[in-house]
């Protein structure tokens, strides 16, 4: 069993990254906002923690830059109808807060509005996900969404950036990775330029 593998960036897309160790290059599909974390590290020596899914026609890694992502991705892949590939697209769109969250207020609307899920899929999702993340659960209580002026500002930012031409899903990713670094005084206009910013970052 693979925990994880620390090595040199050398590749980077939306669903993957390629990672040079020891002369060795690992393909690793990762989360969509591992992809905007990751802008600009090319080069770069990152750590990922892995998820081997080995089937009888294929076999993949899945990389992750947290510990707990890893573990709430496996443990969404064991879920009837679910499967790495849904699991992934639930980890790489919504934080383990919002998940979270999400769970303890059987939210089924925010789970639907993950690519690959519907409301059917959510509302069975929300049943079956409380035994496989109780851990996640309980922490829930402990755990704040984002303010109600953030998301007013969140909104706003992503607006902006489609306006521009950035994909939703890529400027939405951006922007509120922007807005979870950043302190709770940050404006409009420095959300916008430091999205642009990581948008922007080059290999």
């Known amino acids: 069993m693979y925990e994880y593998i620390q090595g040199t960036l050398v590749e980077l897309s939306p669903s993957k ?55 709430a991705f496996e443990k969404l892949s064991e879920i009837s109808g679910i499967g790495p590939k849904t699991a992934l697209s639930i980890v790489g ?18 789970l639907a509005k993950i690519p690959g899920i519907g409301k059917k899929t959510a509302e069975r999702l929300l049943v079956e996900i409380k035994d496989k993340l109780k851990s996640l659960i309980a922490e ?24 521009l031409g950035y994909p939703q899903s890529s400027a939405h990713l951006a922007a509120k990775y922007i807005l979870q670094q950043s302190p709770p005084t940050l404006k409009l206009a420095e959300l916008i330029t430091l999205s642009l910013k990581k948008l922007r970052a080059k290999d």
């Open 17 to 71: 990254v390629v990672i040079e160790a020891c002369g060795i290059g690992y393909s690793l599909l990762i989360p969509a906002h591992s992809y905007v974390e990751l802008l600009g590290s090319i080069g770069q020596s990152i750590k990922c923690f892995l998820s081997h899914v080995l089937r009888e026609d294929s076999e993949r890694f899945f990389g992750f830059l947290k510990k707990n992502e890893r573990d």
């Open 93 to 110: 769109h919504l934080s383990l807060k919002e998940l979270a969250l999400a769970i303890q207020a059987q939210d089924a609307l925010t």
């Open 140 to 163: 829930a209580s402990s755990l704040e969404p984002l303010p109600k002026e953030h998301l007013a500002l969140l909104q706003d930012a992503v607006s902006a950036l489609t306006n």
